[in-house]
Protein backbone atom coordinates (compact mmCIF):
# COMPACT_ATOMS: atom_id res chain seq x y z
CA UNK A 1 0.00 0.00 0.00
CA UNK A 2 3.03 2.74 1.27
CA UNK A 3 5.16 1.77 -2.32
CA UNK A 4 2.05 2.16 -4.70
CA UNK A 5 0.06 4.62 -2.94
CA UNK A 6 1.35 6.77 -0.28
CA UNK A 7 4.78 7.12 -1.71
CA UNK A 8 4.06 8.22 -4.99
CA UNK A 9 2.15 11.15 -3.63
CA UNK A 10 4.54 11.76 -1.03
CA UNK A 11 7.02 12.40 -3.82
CA UNK A 12 5.07 14.80 -5.57
CA UNK A 13 6.43 17.50 -2.63
CA UNK A 14 9.57 18.88 -1.43
CA UNK A 15 11.13 16.17 0.26
CA UNK A 16 12.19 18.73 3.29
CA UNK A 17 8.88 19.16 3.64
CA UNK A 18 6.69 16.42 3.41
CA UNK A 19 9.26 15.53 6.63
CA UNK A 20 7.94 17.82 8.84
CA UNK A 21 4.45 17.14 7.21
CA UNK A 22 4.81 13.41 7.97
CA UNK A 23 6.26 14.34 11.67
CA UNK A 24 3.58 16.73 12.15
CA UNK A 25 0.75 13.97 11.23
CA UNK A 26 2.95 11.56 13.33
CA UNK A 27 2.71 13.96 16.27
CA UNK A 28 -1.25 14.14 16.59
CA UNK A 29 -1.54 10.81 15.75
CA UNK A 30 0.05 9.70 18.65
CA UNK A 31 -2.45 11.66 20.64
CA UNK A 32 -5.11 9.76 19.55
CA UNK A 33 -6.31 7.17 22.05
CA UNK A 34 -5.29 3.65 21.61
CA UNK A 35 -3.93 4.42 18.29
CA UNK A 36 -0.43 3.74 19.46
CA UNK A 37 -1.35 0.52 21.22
CA UNK A 38 -3.13 -0.39 17.81
CA UNK A 39 -0.19 0.43 15.42
CA UNK A 40 1.95 -1.42 17.91
CA UNK A 41 -0.08 -4.36 17.73
CA UNK A 42 0.16 -4.19 13.83
CA UNK A 43 4.22 -3.58 13.56
CA UNK A 44 5.83 -5.14 16.14
CA UNK A 45 7.64 -8.25 15.76
CA UNK A 46 8.10 -10.09 19.18
CA UNK A 47 10.42 -12.79 19.42
CA UNK A 48 13.46 -14.14 21.96
CA UNK A 49 14.93 -15.10 18.56
CA UNK A 50 15.72 -11.48 17.23
CA UNK A 51 16.97 -10.01 20.52
CA UNK A 52 20.55 -9.14 20.28
CA UNK A 53 23.17 -8.56 23.37
CA UNK A 54 25.17 -5.56 22.44
CA UNK A 55 28.17 -3.82 24.39
CA UNK A 56 25.56 -4.25 27.77
CA UNK A 57 22.75 -3.52 25.99
CA UNK A 58 19.53 -6.12 25.20
CA UNK A 59 17.95 -4.65 21.72
CA UNK A 60 14.75 -6.09 21.22
CA UNK A 61 15.68 -6.74 17.75
CA UNK A 62 18.51 -5.49 15.13
CA UNK A 63 16.62 -3.40 13.48
CA UNK A 64 16.86 0.24 14.03
CA UNK A 65 16.62 3.78 12.98
CA UNK A 66 19.53 5.91 11.53
CA UNK A 67 20.41 9.11 12.95
CA UNK A 68 19.70 12.45 11.15
CA UNK A 69 15.59 11.19 10.95
CA UNK A 70 14.90 12.25 14.23
CA UNK A 71 17.35 15.13 15.02
CA UNK A 72 15.49 16.35 17.85
CA UNK A 73 14.18 13.62 19.55
CA UNK A 74 10.57 14.73 18.88
CA UNK A 75 9.22 11.47 17.99
CA UNK A 76 10.58 8.53 19.91
CA UNK A 77 7.17 7.51 20.80
CA UNK A 78 5.40 7.38 17.85
CA UNK A 79 8.53 5.60 15.65
CA UNK A 80 8.77 3.25 18.21
CA UNK A 81 5.56 2.01 17.60
CA UNK A 82 6.92 0.78 13.97
CA UNK A 83 9.27 -2.09 15.72
CA UNK A 84 12.20 -0.41 15.81
CA UNK A 85 14.93 -2.47 18.03
CA UNK A 86 16.34 1.01 18.23
CA UNK A 87 16.22 4.89 17.31
CA UNK A 88 19.63 7.41 17.40
CA UNK A 89 18.83 10.76 17.37
CA UNK A 90 20.70 13.67 15.86
CA UNK A 91 23.11 14.52 15.10
CA UNK A 92 23.12 17.01 17.77
CA UNK A 93 25.05 20.36 18.57
CA UNK A 94 25.88 22.28 22.14
CA UNK A 95 24.37 25.11 19.94
CA UNK A 96 21.54 25.06 17.78
CA UNK A 97 22.28 25.47 13.97
CA UNK A 98 19.82 25.92 11.21
CA UNK A 99 21.97 24.11 8.81
CA UNK A 100 23.13 24.80 5.07
CA UNK A 101 20.90 26.89 2.75
CA UNK A 102 17.46 25.17 1.31
CA UNK A 103 16.75 23.33 -0.98
CA UNK A 104 19.43 20.80 0.69
CA UNK A 105 17.45 17.19 0.41
CA UNK A 106 17.04 15.86 -2.81
CA UNK A 107 15.33 12.35 -4.09
CA UNK A 108 16.93 9.93 -6.68
CA UNK A 109 14.27 7.79 -7.38
CA UNK A 110 16.21 6.21 -10.45
CA UNK A 111 18.80 4.90 -7.89
CA UNK A 112 16.82 4.77 -5.09
CA UNK A 113 18.55 7.41 -3.18
CA UNK A 114 18.89 10.43 -1.41
CA UNK A 115 21.28 13.51 -1.66
CA UNK A 116 21.56 15.84 1.70
CA UNK A 117 23.41 18.81 2.65
CA UNK A 118 21.69 19.11 5.59
CA UNK A 119 24.55 20.18 7.61
CA UNK A 120 23.73 18.94 11.40
CA UNK A 121 20.49 21.50 11.11
CA UNK A 122 19.30 20.73 15.17
CA UNK A 123 17.65 22.84 17.95
CA UNK A 124 20.54 22.26 20.30
CA UNK A 125 21.52 19.85 22.65
CA UNK A 126 18.89 21.44 25.35
CA UNK A 127 15.83 20.89 23.51
CA UNK A 128 16.64 17.33 22.49
CA UNK A 129 17.12 16.89 26.22
CA UNK A 130 13.60 18.18 27.22
CA UNK A 131 12.28 16.03 24.54
CA UNK A 132 14.10 13.01 26.24
CA UNK A 133 12.52 13.91 29.65
CA UNK A 134 9.24 13.17 28.33
CA UNK A 135 9.15 9.96 26.64
CA UNK A 136 7.32 6.92 27.63
CA UNK A 137 9.10 4.44 25.17
CA UNK A 138 11.65 1.67 26.71
CA UNK A 139 12.95 1.41 22.70
CA UNK A 140 16.81 1.57 23.11
CA UNK A 141 18.31 5.22 22.73
CA UNK A 142 21.03 6.23 21.04
CA UNK A 143 23.04 9.87 20.77
CA UNK A 144 24.90 10.86 17.92
CA UNK A 145 26.66 13.85 18.56
CA UNK A 146 28.84 16.45 16.44
CA UNK A 147 30.45 19.83 17.23
CA UNK A 148 28.75 23.47 15.31
CA UNK A 149 29.80 24.77 12.34
CA UNK A 150 31.90 27.45 13.77
CA UNK A 151 33.26 25.68 16.09
CA UNK A 152 36.99 25.00 15.04
CA UNK A 153 38.57 21.49 14.47
CA UNK A 154 40.87 22.29 17.46
CA UNK A 155 38.30 23.15 19.74
CA UNK A 156 36.22 20.23 18.42
CA UNK A 157 36.15 17.99 21.83
CA UNK A 158 34.74 20.84 23.99
CA UNK A 159 31.84 20.67 21.80
CA UNK A 160 31.12 16.85 22.09
CA UNK A 161 32.14 17.09 25.85
CA UNK A 162 29.02 19.62 26.17
CA UNK A 163 26.67 16.77 24.27
CA UNK A 164 27.60 13.94 26.21
CA UNK A 165 27.60 15.53 29.46
CA UNK A 166 24.09 16.65 28.30
CA UNK A 167 22.79 13.84 26.93
CA UNK A 168 24.28 11.23 29.91
CA UNK A 169 21.67 10.60 31.62
CA UNK A 170 19.04 10.07 28.93
CA UNK A 171 20.39 8.13 26.06
CA UNK A 172 21.80 4.71 26.33
CA UNK A 173 24.80 4.33 24.10
CA UNK A 174 27.00 7.57 22.35
CA UNK A 175 28.07 7.92 18.37
CA UNK A 176 30.80 10.23 17.82
CA UNK A 177 30.05 11.51 14.14
CA UNK A 178 33.14 12.91 12.48
CA UNK A 179 32.21 11.67 8.84
CA UNK A 180 29.50 13.86 8.45
CA UNK A 181 30.26 15.44 4.53
CA UNK A 182 28.14 18.30 5.24
CA UNK A 183 30.07 20.17 7.50
CA UNK A 184 32.87 21.73 6.64
CA UNK A 185 36.49 20.01 7.76
CA UNK A 186 34.14 18.01 10.04
CA UNK A 187 36.02 14.61 8.27
CA UNK A 188 39.68 16.14 9.02
CA UNK A 189 38.92 14.55 12.48
CA UNK A 190 38.98 10.85 11.38
CA UNK A 191 42.70 11.63 10.50
CA UNK A 192 44.99 9.30 12.87
CA UNK A 193 45.98 11.75 15.43
CA UNK A 194 43.08 13.70 16.14
CA UNK A 195 40.62 10.94 15.78
CA UNK A 196 42.47 8.93 18.24
CA UNK A 197 42.54 12.11 20.66
CA UNK A 198 38.90 12.77 20.16
CA UNK A 199 37.72 8.67 20.89
CA UNK A 200 40.30 8.71 23.59
CA UNK A 201 38.77 12.04 25.06
CA UNK A 202 35.34 10.95 24.82
CA UNK A 203 35.85 7.18 26.60
CA UNK A 204 37.21 8.66 29.43
CA UNK A 205 34.47 11.09 29.55
CA UNK A 206 32.04 7.78 29.80
CA UNK A 207 34.57 6.07 32.10
CA UNK A 208 34.25 8.81 34.53
CA UNK A 209 30.78 8.18 35.37
CA UNK A 210 29.40 6.35 37.90
CA UNK A 211 27.95 4.17 34.83
CA UNK A 212 30.02 4.10 31.95
CA UNK A 213 27.43 3.96 28.83
CA UNK A 214 29.32 2.66 25.41
CA UNK A 215 30.90 5.04 22.89
CA UNK A 216 30.77 4.51 19.06
CA UNK A 217 32.73 5.82 15.79
CA UNK A 218 30.59 6.41 12.77
CA UNK A 219 32.61 6.15 10.24
CA UNK A 220 32.99 7.20 6.15
CA UNK A 221 32.11 4.83 3.51
CA UNK A 222 35.01 7.07 1.24
CA UNK A 223 37.59 6.18 3.34
CA UNK A 224 40.79 4.29 1.81
CA UNK A 225 42.12 0.48 3.30
CA UNK A 226 45.00 2.47 4.79
CA UNK A 227 42.77 4.69 6.45
CA UNK A 228 40.68 2.09 7.78
CA UNK A 229 43.76 -0.16 9.07
CA UNK A 230 44.47 3.17 11.44
CA UNK A 231 40.70 3.02 12.21
CA UNK A 232 40.59 0.12 13.45
CA UNK A 233 44.24 0.42 15.40
CA UNK A 234 42.47 3.51 17.64
CA UNK A 235 39.06 1.74 17.89
CA UNK A 236 41.14 -1.20 19.68
CA UNK A 237 43.57 1.59 21.21
CA UNK A 238 40.86 3.63 22.60
CA UNK A 239 38.86 0.44 23.59
CA UNK A 240 36.07 2.24 21.67
CA UNK A 241 33.12 0.26 22.48
CA UNK A 242 31.55 0.00 18.89
CA UNK A 243 31.93 1.07 14.83
CA UNK A 244 28.79 2.00 13.19
CA UNK A 245 29.68 1.88 9.10
CA UNK A 246 28.55 3.67 7.16
CA UNK A 247 27.57 7.34 6.75
CA UNK A 248 26.81 8.97 3.61
CA UNK A 249 28.82 8.81 0.60
CA UNK A 250 30.45 11.64 -1.68
CA UNK A 251 30.96 9.17 -4.22
CA UNK A 252 28.39 9.98 -7.40
CA UNK A 253 29.41 6.70 -9.79
CA UNK A 254 27.36 4.09 -11.45
CA UNK A 255 24.32 6.34 -10.99
CA UNK A 256 21.21 6.47 -13.28
CA UNK A 257 20.18 9.40 -12.55
CA UNK A 258 21.06 12.09 -15.56
CA UNK A 259 24.72 13.64 -14.95
CA UNK A 260 22.76 17.31 -15.59
CA UNK A 261 20.17 16.61 -12.68
CA UNK A 262 23.22 15.68 -10.19
CA UNK A 263 25.21 18.36 -11.32
CA UNK A 264 22.13 20.83 -10.64
CA UNK A 265 21.77 19.18 -7.18
CA UNK A 266 25.66 19.84 -6.35
CA UNK A 267 27.40 18.85 -3.20
CA UNK A 268 25.98 16.32 -0.35
CA UNK A 269 26.30 13.10 0.83
CA UNK A 270 24.36 10.06 -0.83
CA UNK A 271 22.79 7.41 0.95
CA UNK A 272 20.04 4.51 -0.34
CA UNK A 273 20.81 1.91 -2.87
CA UNK A 274 24.20 3.39 -4.48
CA UNK A 275 25.60 2.94 -1.02
CA UNK A 276 24.89 -0.72 -0.52
CA UNK A 277 27.86 -2.25 -1.77
CA UNK A 278 30.56 0.05 -0.64
CA UNK A 279 29.41 0.24 2.81
CA UNK A 280 28.98 -4.31 2.95
CA UNK A 281 32.28 -3.87 1.91
CA UNK A 282 33.58 -1.77 4.79
CA UNK A 283 31.86 -4.18 7.23
CA UNK A 284 33.64 -7.15 5.47
CA UNK A 285 37.07 -5.26 6.10
CA UNK A 286 36.36 -4.32 9.23
CA UNK A 287 35.30 -7.40 10.72
CA UNK A 288 38.27 -9.66 9.45
CA UNK A 289 40.22 -7.13 11.40
CA UNK A 290 38.40 -6.91 14.59
CA UNK A 291 37.48 -10.34 15.02
CA UNK A 292 33.91 -11.97 15.26
CA UNK A 293 32.89 -10.23 18.62
CA UNK A 294 33.37 -6.22 17.99
CA UNK A 295 30.32 -4.86 17.80
CA UNK A 296 29.32 -3.45 14.19
CA UNK A 297 26.44 -1.73 13.63
CA UNK A 298 25.90 -1.70 9.88
CA UNK A 299 24.34 1.26 7.61
CA UNK A 300 23.88 2.12 4.00
CA UNK A 301 21.46 1.05 1.31
CA UNK A 302 19.49 -1.44 2.97
CA UNK A 303 16.68 -0.89 0.37
CA UNK A 304 14.99 -4.73 0.54
CA UNK A 305 14.46 -7.12 3.18
CA UNK A 306 17.61 -9.27 1.01
CA UNK A 307 19.66 -5.87 1.66
CA UNK A 308 18.81 -6.28 5.25
CA UNK A 309 20.13 -10.10 5.31
CA UNK A 310 23.29 -9.19 3.51
CA UNK A 311 24.29 -6.41 5.69
CA UNK A 312 24.28 -9.17 8.73
CA UNK A 313 26.16 -11.88 6.66
CA UNK A 314 29.22 -9.18 5.79
CA UNK A 315 29.86 -9.19 9.30
CA UNK A 316 27.14 -6.12 11.09
CA UNK A 317 25.70 -7.08 14.36
CA UNK A 318 22.81 -4.81 13.91
CA UNK A 319 21.52 -2.91 11.27
CA UNK A 320 20.00 0.70 10.52
CA UNK A 321 17.92 2.30 8.13
CA UNK A 322 16.97 5.61 6.95
CA UNK A 323 16.60 5.81 2.86
CA UNK A 324 14.96 2.50 3.00
CA UNK A 325 12.83 3.67 5.21
CA UNK A 326 11.49 6.14 3.03
CA UNK A 327 11.29 4.24 0.03
CA UNK A 328 9.57 1.38 2.12
CA UNK A 329 7.23 2.82 4.65
CA UNK A 330 6.91 2.03 8.08
CA UNK A 331 6.04 -1.91 7.29
CA UNK A 332 9.81 -2.35 5.98
CA UNK A 333 10.74 -3.15 9.56
CA UNK A 334 8.02 -5.78 10.46
CA UNK A 335 9.42 -7.45 6.70
CA UNK A 336 12.47 -7.45 7.94
CA UNK A 337 12.06 -8.64 11.24
CA UNK A 338 9.97 -11.57 9.65
CA UNK A 339 12.84 -12.47 7.16
CA UNK A 340 15.51 -12.70 9.88
CA UNK A 341 13.08 -15.29 11.96
CA UNK A 342 12.91 -17.65 9.00
CA UNK A 343 17.10 -17.25 8.34
CA UNK A 344 17.78 -18.14 11.99
Known amino acids: MYRYFIRPFLFLFDPEQIHHFTFSLLKIAGKIPGLISLVKKFFVVENNKLKRDLFGIQFDNPVGLAAGFDKDAKLIDELACFGFGFIEIGTLTPKPQPGNDKPRLFRL ?142 SRNGLATDVKEIERIGNGGLSGKPLTKRSNEVISFLRTRLGKNYPIIGVGGIMSVNDAVDKLKSGADLIQIYTGFVYEGPEFIKKINQALLKTR
Open 109 to 250: PQDQGLINRMGFNNGGVAIAVEQLKKRKSKVIVGGNIGKNKVTPNENAFDDYKICFEELYPFVDYFVVNVSSPNTPGLRELQEKEPLKKMLAGVKQLSLSKPKPKPILLKIAPDLTDEQLTDIVQILIETKTDGVIATNTTI
